[in-house]
């Protein structure tokens, strides 16, 4: 069992209505905590969840050609370095997620 920190930023913040928590996770990947341990505890607005997190199909979370789940333009950071879906997640790693950033006027 190995315990992380999730971070919550912008929209996924008011999602969830708080802005960190931890986790203790089994072997997990930040993929099966994604889809998985965090639904799971915020079950009332799981479908809400994977909708902003998730390119979603019908309501179902589209996959790519390698079996991953497809992120909706956020990014996940693990210990402050971007990472992909499939980081087996350690002891002690702290997880941002961050959501789409926006630009403004370019001069």
Do not use: Q
């Not at 479908?47 to 179902?60: I, P, Y």
């Not at 956020?74 to 950033?101: C, M, Q, W």
């Amino acid at each position: 069992m190995v315990k992380v920190r999730v971070k919550y930023f912008g929209e996924l913040h008011d999602i969830l209505g708080i802005r960190e928590e931890e986790y203790d996770v089994e072997d997990a990947t930040i993929a099966e905590l994604l889809l998985k341990y965090i639904p799971d505890r915020h079950a009332g607005v799981a479908d809400k969840w994977r909708e902003t997190v998730f390119a979603t199909v019908r309501g179902e979370v589209a996959i790519n050609k390698d079996g991953m789940p497809i992120l909706k333009n956020h990014f996940i950071l693990v210990s402050g370095k971007s990472t992909e879906l499939n980081y087996r997640l350690k002891d002690g790693d702290e997880i941002a997620i961050l959501p789409p950033v926006g630009g403004g006027n370019a001069k």
